[in-house]
């Protein structure tokens, strides 16, 4: 059930992407009266799932879930339509409109994308709001919860006051920021200290697939082996207060304990329906309690004393700029990470994925603000992507345009095909790059 509801996701949110994205070029041709022979969704090689056509163009779904596009009258396009751009050019062709009407047709579904991803943080930010620890609420520091964190310096209980000589004030941000960053400056036992962070980090957290920094949260029982010493004793939901008469406030605590007192049992208390309750725990050889940790809510959390959960809500009229900053935030978080992935040096290439990726950002039970959080970034995504000036992406045909309106002089047809030939290509390898790094990580991992 659970693959069910994440591919479900997964598709309604790459489909709506797609149409969108296919609409902007769609209106501003239609608008230009550029004839549009078909508009899809996912590819047709050699049939469709469905198709009808309505006027002048054919509506379709296609069966290869790679994207989507529309077939322009007269355009060099993924079709490599010969015959058609043999023919002299017709009034109602791409080619034969102004340079500016082709530029704001090429420019229609990048524009779509950003005004999407606009609309979708406005909305969130009316809905839901903003939600989240304060980095100034970690009293009792982080939870470096893998070694790659130790050998990096870093160490539990440290508390992070600043990222490359800038305060942050909500710990996601630390812990994303971190990533990319130069040094981290950390507050240990009263004494500041600054740590240099290596230039391949982000190398070695896509090596370890896990993230090394964590906030301090209770040890709850999630699941429990059939195995586990404790099958009888602990129940899911329990939270481990204390340990042969210790109190642990931390499941970093419990962890590093369990591990030094392998095959003991010891007396414990947990809380359990709302009130605290004795019971014996046994730590197997392993120095593990033969269970699964689960997660708190951050309303739990704080419910507990844990945290104090900052949360601020908008009007609808506030919801505009929040939303529109949220987009502008998110936007240059984009572009970190493809200043990143295009630097060899910090390895981030390697994390570079392809569907099976995207697919596996979403969660496994349904969540409408998990669902347009994730749309909302891919459609920043999808937006660049397609700008960038490669032949066959939105981007390289706005800069053949952009040529041709600076210099008064089109490229020829015959130099255009074999551009589009090229882009192509590179696009191939960059789709089997980043598919292939799923297929490597799903066997090596």
Do not use: C
């Amino acid at each position: 059930m659970e693959i069910v509801i994440k591919l479900s996701q997964f598709l309604l949110s790459l489909s709506l992407l797609i149409v969108l994205h296919e609409l902007g070029h769609f209106i501003p041709a239609k608008l230009f009266k550029t004839r549009v022979e078909k508009f899809y969704l996912f590819f047709d090689v050699k049939f469709s799932l469905v198709k009808k056509k309505i006027g002048e163009t054919v509506y379709g779904i296609g069966w290869l879930p790679l994207g989507g596009y529309v077939k322009i009258a007269g355009m060099i396009d993924e079709s490599m339509d010969k015959e058609q751009m043999a023919l002299p050019p017709q009034p109602w062709e791409f080619r034969s409109k102004p340079a500016w009407q082709r530029l704001i047709i090429m420019l229609g579904g990048v524009t779509v994308n950003f005004i999407l991803a606009i609309i979708i943080y406005i909305g969130m930010a009316y809905v839901y709001g903003n939600t989240y620890i304060s980095n100034s609420e970690l009293k009792d520091g982080i939870w470096v919860s893998s070694p790659l964190g130790e050998k990096i310096g870093f160490k539990t209980g440290d508390k992070i006051i600043a990222v490359d000589g800038k305060k942050v004030e909500k710990f996601d941000d630390v812990q994303y920021n971190v990533n990319f960053a130069k040094t981290a400056t950390i507050e240990r036992n009263g004494t500041v200290e600054e740590i240099k962070l290596p230039v391949d980090l982000l190398s070695k957290i896509v090596e370890e697939d896990r993230r090394y920094l964590k906030l301090r949260i209770p040890f709850t029982v999630g699941s429990i082996s059939e195995d586990s010493p404790n099958i009888n004793t602990l129940k899911k939901g329990d939270i481990i207060l204390s340990i042969d008469g210790k109190k642990m406030k931390y499941a970093d605590e419990i962890l590093a304990f369990n591990e030094a007192n392998a095959g003991k049992t010891f007396d414990a208390v947990v809380f359990r329906d709302e009130k605290e309750e004795p019971i014996k725990v046994t730590v197997n050889k392993d120095g593990k309690l033969g269970v699964m940790q689960g997660g708190l809510k951050p309303e739990n959390l704080e419910k507990l004393g844990y945290y104090k959960i900052s949360r601020e809500t908008f009007s609808l009229a506030e919801s505009f700029p929040a939303g529109i900053q949220r987009s502008k935030d998110e936007l240059g978080r984009y572009f970190t990470q493809l200043k990143a992935i295009v630097n060899p040096d910090t390895g981030a290439y390697k994390g570079v994925g392809g569907f099976y990726a995207i697919f596996n950002v979403f969660p496994s039970v349904w969540s409408w603000e998990y669902f347009w959080t994730i749309t909302a970034f891919l459609s920043i995504m999808l937006g660049v992507m397609n700008l960038l000036p490669i032949p066959a992406l939105d981007g390289g045909h706005v800069m053949f345009l952009l040529f041709e309106i600076i210099t008064r002089k089109k490229p020829s047809e015959k130099f255009l095909e074999r551009a589009q030939v090229v882009g192509f290509f590179i696009l191939i390898v960059l789709v089997l790059f980043a598919n292939g790094n799923d297929i490597y990580k799903a066997i090596v991992k």
